[in-house]
Structure formats: structure tokens, C-alpha cells
């Protein structure tokens, strides 16, 4: 091999000549492969036109004479319709089937002809065939008595084995049809006629056969289905996508394509669909007209062969010519070469005038005399340049330690702005390995400087319950690029060097460049603050502990007197007595409500999950609500499809807790004769459980903090109702089973609250 590869590269040109050669060789080789595959091409495209527009015309002839065809007997079945409508009704059986007969022998074409009354018994028909039988059921029968019919083609199913079978292919109809009336116009009968479809093996031979004795062409009936009707053995009864050939073609009801078909071989198939003529409406059929590509290119074979034998012929006339002119063309550079080593072997005078050849080497010339010139002249300016250079090197240096100076002085600056500040701050690399620990840190954690360099921060001031959570947070920002907590600031638990966990903020941000990037990260200490709140919430739930005591005493009496549980209380006491109990009713809602948020924020929420059906309890807390509605003029309908076999882990009372606060906002903001609509169904996220209203729908301003604590909108009379707390609590509970709660404008007016819960896991 290697022997191979050493006479190979003895064999490759040595001069511009052999290489001018080469390319003239090249270029001829490749020149005449471009003309053959043009002309090929062209070629090609060429008659693929021609054969295909030659078969779509074919098919559009045939289609065009079948339709006629069809048209011609759909006339003669309906002028035969006419001839025994005018008929004398006394006529008698016999003539009846005599002139049956006469139309059969008339119309060659007809297997079977025959009438029929009204019930779809057939009276008389030509031979007396299927006279009696009961063809009610049969679509020629119903159809063809409501004012005519023509039906695609089927095989034979009582004349079958009546009539006489034309080779191995199955006796089949084309069915025509029309009413029968009498003088007076009223319809008495059917009259049917079963069109054998051996004419339209007389149309292929009429059209196709002639093309046949010179081509390898075939002709295909296809019907509205798709099923091949007439055309080749092996194919009748198969189904084509007739679709596909009119994608070239969109719209148009004749064209040509080139298809794959299923034995292997590609096919120029011309079509045509049938689009009926005069008051024949057709039938969809559609005609296909194919020629395998194998005998439909052999002049284009002939064509790239000759085209071939051409160019190799070219290519050599071209190689032996670009040998002559090669050396003609390199003798004055060949000439210039001898010069050029002159002046490299240390002669520094210029080239000799009398240098002759074409334009390129004078101009040549001339630039190598003028190279000589530079290049004496540089000679002498670097002679010059190692006299300065010395002096030079000390400038740069000198600029180089001012510059040195400067950053020390920066990052002095920084590092004394880092000192003075008053948060703590870490600098970590990507690795998660702390990289600078300023003083606050080490007040603050009670590693020193030195103990915390290079020592991972997971390690140090991350809990062991989260340390886990900070390692996936680092490898998802090596994937991803982002670490989740970038450009704000975020609450986390760290502890101390003697295990103590405290509360802080941190705020985290990616420093520095390409190849040295780092995090840096900035640590107040929020004990203090979670102190105080935790007192505030304590205080709060001992004060709604210590209401609800006496509040249940109040409601409990107020609720007899509002009920008229006691008689004697006079009219304008009762009205007194139902204001303190409506508010204290409200009163107790604010203070479970607020024993909620202190649960909530304490982290005491339990949820007593199971699997159950949703829909009953979406029931309950509707009819929990029917009473407040009723007052407030209010109608609650469920609506949609509520599906009963909707399940999921859920806990019912919390779940009937959002329910009724969703109801309770809705029938709050529902003008008196509206309806609050409650629908339950499957979602892409699981379940999904609205509440829409007709109310005048939440302001922009208050969208944002719609779900804050205390949150209400200043409209008076109506929003300043409740605590501001149930939506909160809502989107709570609902996130604490796993889902989420949102809002949405109704189309109309109104808003529609959405609760989306995951399904159970069998669903």
C-alpha cells in the first residue's frame, strides 16, 4: 500500500504546466458531466410533460366517453319510465313483460329490467326473472322512487346465479332507476333496470387498446370509495388513494402524476374524474391511465448515452490541447523562476529589462523589483529599531506597574466597602467552595477567614435537611445556566458554627468573567424580625382563642331570638336582634378565619386526605350556601357536565371550606336574579372545579393583590363585608393539596374562579 501511495505521488504534476494540463483535463471531464446530467434532466422533465399530459388526456377521454355513456342510458332508462307511465293501464301481464323483453333485446346493455308497486314487490320484469321477490330493501327501489336514480356499481346478489357469468370476473350492475306514474299523475310502481358493466369494458377498448400494441399502458376505473372497478386482475377490487394524485392538481378535475404502486414499480399515471353530464349527476368515479416508467424513458437512455460518449470523446480532444498551450503559457515564468534564484542565491540588483512574455509577468517583474526595493529598506529600519528598543521595553513596564497599581487600588476600595457594610458577604466559586469570607461572616457564622477558605458552603452554613436541595441547586445551574434565586432577594435557614439556625435574606448574583466567574452572596440576619412576628401571630391567636368563647355564648342566644324560637319579642327588637346576629355571625367568620392564617403561618395546617368522589362534596357545600343565596336573591345551578365518577385524594372538609369561600365572594358580587354557575370536569392539569358570577368583575389595580391577606377592593356596601382573608386561605389549602387556584373574566361580564386538583392516580 504504502509502494502504491509513493508511485501515486510520483505521478502528480511537477510544474504549472502539468498543472495547467491537469486543468484543462478537469475541466473538460466536468463540463461534460454537467451537459449530460442538463440534458437529462431536460430530457427527462420533457417527457415526463408529454407522456403525462398524453395520459391525462386519455383519462379525460374516457372519462369524458363513460360519462356520456352513463348519460345515454340514465335518458333511456327515464324515457322508458315516460313510455309505461303513458301505457294503457288494462294491459294485460303478459304484455307488460312483452314490452319488457322488447326493451331488454332493444338495449343490449340491460341484464335485468323490471317493475315494481309501491310496497317494492317486483310485478313483471323482462324473463320473468325475480318476479315476486321483494326488493324493498334495495337502494335503486328507494331512491328511484322519489324522482330518480342512479347508483354506483356492486356486484350481483339475487341474479347472481340467474344470469350467465362472462369469465372469471363477477357478474356486477350499475343501477338506474325512476318512478312510475298513471294518467292522473299519482305514482303506481318503480322501474328498474340493471346496466351489466361489461360496457364499460367496451369503453377501455374503444380508448386504450389501440395505444397498447406501441406502449405498456393500462387503464383503471376507480369508484367514489376508492375501490378499483375496472383495470388489470390483480387489481380489481383494491383500494387507491385516488387523493393523492390531485395534490399536484389541487382543484382540478384532470392532470397527471408520477406513483409508487404497490408491486414495486413507478407508473406516469394520468386521471380524470367523472363530473356527470347534462342532467346525469355522475357518480365520483374516477378514470386512471398509467405507464411504467421503465418503457417511457428508454429515449432518454439513448440520450445520456450518447450525450456520455460525447463528452469522453471531448475531454480527451481538450487534455492533449492544454498540454501544448500549458507550456507555451508557463515558458516566460519559467524564465522569471531563474531569475528569482538569482536574487535569492544574494545578487541584490534588480531583474533584467529584458524580461518578455505577456502583461501578468511584466507586472510581475516590476513587483518583484519593488519587493527588492521594501525589502533593502526595511533592512535598514530594523537596524534602526534595535537601537530604540531598550527604551521602549522600559516605557511599557512602567505602563504596565501604573495599571498594576491602579487595580490594587480598586480592589482595595471594594474590599473596604465589603468590610464597612453592614450585611455579611460570602463569595463562592461554581463548585460551591467559598472563595472570600468578610468579617460580618465570620460574626455572624463563627468561622473564621482562614477556617472558612476553600471549605464547601453546604458544609458550613447550610442545615443537614437542606444540604441536599443546595447540591441539586448547583447541578442545575451547570445544566441549565440558571440557579432559581438570581436577582432577588429570598429567605432561607442557615445555622451557626456551634448549630444554631437562624432566619435570613441573602441575595445571590453571578460575578466576574468568562473563566473566572464566581457567586456572590450578601446574608442578613432576620432573627430578630421572625422573633417579633411569631409574637404578633402568638398574640393573635390567643386574643381569637380567647373571642371565640363568649362569641359562641352571643351567637347561640342570638340565633334563638332570630329564629323565633322565643315569642314575645316585639317587632322593632327582632330587627336589633337580627343585625347583632348577622354580625356576629361575621365576627365569628374573621375570627376562624384568622385562627386559619395563624395555623397556616404556623405550619400547623393538617389535611385528613382520602380517596373519595369530588362531586358530593361539591353538593354539600353548595347546599351549605342555598340559604345565604336565597337572602341575597340568588340562584346557585351546577352546570356543564358534572362527572360523578371524578375522584381524588382530598380532604372534604377543607376542600368544602374553599367551596363555600368561592360561593360565599360569588353570591356576595351577584346582582338579585343572577345565577352563580358551580361546574366540575376533567382538565389537561386533573380536575378542574369553577365558580362564575355576573358580577361586575375584579379591577385592575386590585388583580395583583387578590389573593394578599386583608386584601379588599374599595367598593363600598359590598367588598367590605368579610375579612379579606377567605381567598387567601383558599389558595392555601388548594396548594397544599398539590393544585392551584386562578381567576379569569367571564366573556358577557362576570369572573370565573378555577380550582385545579390532580385526579386520582387510577384515573
Not at 484543462?24 to 440534458?39: D, G, K, P, R
Not at 490541447?321 to 524564465?335: E, H, K, Y
Request: charged letters at 25%; glycine letters at 10%.
Amino acid at each position: 500500500m504504502a509502494d502504491f501511495l509513493y508511485r501515486l505521488h510520483a505521478l502528480r504534476p511537477r510544474g504549472l504546466a502539468g498543472y495547467l494540463a491537469l486543468a484543462f483535463s478537469a475541466l473538460s471531464i466536468v463540463l461534460t458531466v454537467v451537459v449530460v446530467a442538463v440534458v437529462e434532466r431536460e430530457a427527462s422533465r420533457h417527457v415526463t410533460q408529454t407522456i403525462g399530459h398524453g395520459l391525462g388526456e386519455l383519462a379525460l377521454q374516457a372519462s369524458d366517453k363513460l360519462d356520456r355513456g352513463m348519460f345515454e342510458r340514465y335518458r333511456e332508462v327515464s324515457l322508458i319510465a315516460r313510455r309505461f307511465s303513458r301505457a294503457d293501464a288494462d294491459l294485460s301481464h303478459d304484455g307488460l313483460r312483452a314490452l319488457l323483453d322488447d326493451v331488454r333485446d332493444t338495449y343490449s346493455y340491460y341484464s335485468w329490467i323490471g317493475l315494481t308497486d309501491l310496497q317494492g314487490k317486483v310485478m313483471v320484469s323482462a324473463g320473468g326473472l325475480l318476479e315476486g321477490a321483494d326488493v324493498s330493501r334495495r337502494p335503486w327501489f328507494k331512491e328511484g322512487g322519489s324522482g330518480g336514480h342512479v347508483g354506483d356499481v356492486h356486484e350481483a346478489l339475487l341474479l347472481a346465479r340467474l344470469l350467465p357469468q362472462h369469465g372469471s370476473e363477477p357478474v356486477r350492475f350499475v343501477d338506474v332507476a325512476f318512478p312510475i306514474y298513471d294518467l292522473d299523475g299519482r305514482p303506481t310502481g318503480v322501474l328498474g333496470a340493471h346496466l351489466s358493466w361489461q360496457w364499460a369494458r367496451d369503453v377501455e377498448r374503444s380508448i386504450i387498446a389501440p395505444l397498447q400494441s406501441q406502449r405498456n399502458v393500462d387503464a383503471l376505473i376507480v369508484g367514489a370509495n376508492g375501490t378499483v372497478l375496472l383495470g388489470p386482475p390483480e387489481l380489481l377490487g383494491a383500494r387507491i388513494d385516488v387523493g393523492r394524485l390531485r395534490v399536484r392538481h389541487p382543484g382540478a378535475q384532470s392532470g397527471y402524476a408520477l406513483q409508487r404502486w404497490p408491486d414495486g414499480k413507478t407508473y406516469m399515471v394520468g386521471f380524470s374524474r367523472s363530473r356527470g353530464y347534462a342532467d346525469y349527476p355522475g357518480l365520483g368515479w374516477t378514470v386512471l391511465v398509467r405507464e411504467d416508467l421503465d418503457s417511457a424513458f428508454v429515449p432518454v437512455r439513448r440520450l445520456r448515452s450518447y450525450g456520455l460518449w460525447s463528452g469522453v470523446a471531448l475531454a480527451l480532444l481538450f487534455s492533449l490541447a492544454g498540454v501544448f498551450l500549458a507550456r507555451w503559457i508557463t515558458r516566460p515564468l519559467m524564465q522569471l523562476k531563474r531569475e528569482a534564484a538569482r536574487i535569492q542565491d544574494g545578487d541584490g540588483t534588480a531583474l533584467t529589462a529584458r524580461m518578455r512574455g505577456y502583461d501578468e509577468v511584466q507586472t510581475l517583474t516590476r513587483a518583484l523589483n519593488n519587493l527588492l526595493l521594501v525589502l533593502q529598506r526595511r533592512q535598514a529600519q530594523m537596524e534602526e529599531l534595535n537601537l530604540t528598543l531598550e527604551q521602549r521595553v522600559e516605557d511599557r513596564t512602567q505602563a504596565l506597574a501604573q495599571a498594576l497599581a491602579a487595580v490594587q487600588r480598586n480592589e482595595q476600595r471594594i474590599a473596604t466597602i465589603i468590610e464597612t457594610a453592614q450585611d455579611a458577604f460570602i463569595g463562592i466559586d461554581l463548585r460551591g467552595m467559598v472563595i472570600d469570607w468578610s468579617s460580618q461572616a465570620e460574626r455572624l457564622f463563627g468561622w473564621s477567614h482562614g477556617e472558612a477558605l476553600g471549605r464547601s458552603l453546604g458544609e458550613l452554613v447550610v442545615p443537614q435537611r437542606f444540604q441536599c436541595s443546595f447540591a441539586k441547586a448547583l447541578q442545575r445551574f451547570h445544566d441549565t445556566g440558571h440557579l432559581g434565586i438570581f436577582e432577588r432577594r429570598a429567605e432561607r435557614i442557615v445555622r451557626d458554627r456551634r448549630g444554631n439556625e437562624l432566619s435570613v435574606e441573602m441575595t445571590v448574583r453571578l460575578a466576574g468573567a468568562d473563566g473566572a466567574r464566581f457567586f456572590s452572596i450578601f446574608v442578613h440576619d432576620i432573627s430578630l424580625r421572625k422573633k417579633v412576628e411569631q409574637m404578633k401571630n402568638e398574640l393573635v391567636a390567643t386574643v381569637s382563642h380567647e373571642l371565640r368563647t363568649p362569641l359562641t355564648s352571643m351567637r347561640a342566644s342570638l340565633s334563638l331570638l332570630a329564629s323565633n324560637a322565643i315569642d314575645g319579642v316585639p317587632d322593632d327588637a327582632r330587627e336589633l336582634v337580627d343585625i347583632a346576629h348577622r354580625h356576629c355571625e361575621r365576627l365569628v367568620r374573621m375570627v376562624n378565619d384568622m385562627l386559619d392564617v395563624q395555623k397556616i403561618e404556623s405550619g400547623k395546617v393538617q389535611l385528613n386526605r382520602s380517596m373519595q368522589p369530588v362531586l358530593p362534596v361539591v353538593r354539600d357545600a353548595v347546599a351549605a350556601m342555598q340559604g345565604y343565596a336565597q337572602q341575597a336573591g340568588v340562584e346557585i345551578v351546577c352546570g356543564g357536565s358534572c362527572d360523578e365518577a371524578l375522584r381524588a385524594e382530598v380532604d372534604g372538609d377543607r376542600l368544602t371550606q374553599v367551596i363555600t369561600n368561592l360561593l360565599s365572594n360569588a353570591i356576595k358580587f351577584s346582582p338579585p336574579g343572577e345565577r352563580v354557575v358551580v361546574e366540575l370536569g376533567r382538565h389537561r392539569e386533573g380536575l378542574r372545579l369553577a365558580v362564575l358570577d355576573r358580577g361586575p368583575g375584579i379591577p385592575a389595580d386590585f388583580r395583583s393583590q387578590i389573593f394578599g391577606r386583608f386584601a379588599q377592593a374599595d367598593d363600598e356596601g359590598v367588598r367590605r363585608q368579610g375579612s379579606g382573608l377567605g381567598l387567601s386561605i383558599s389558595k392555601t389549602i388548594v396548594e397544599e393539596h398539590g393544585g392551584h387556584l386562578g381567576f379569569s373574566d367571564r366573556e358577557g361580564g362576570g369572573t370565573a374562579f378555577h380550582v385545579y386538583l390532580p385526579l386520582a392516580g387510577s384515573e
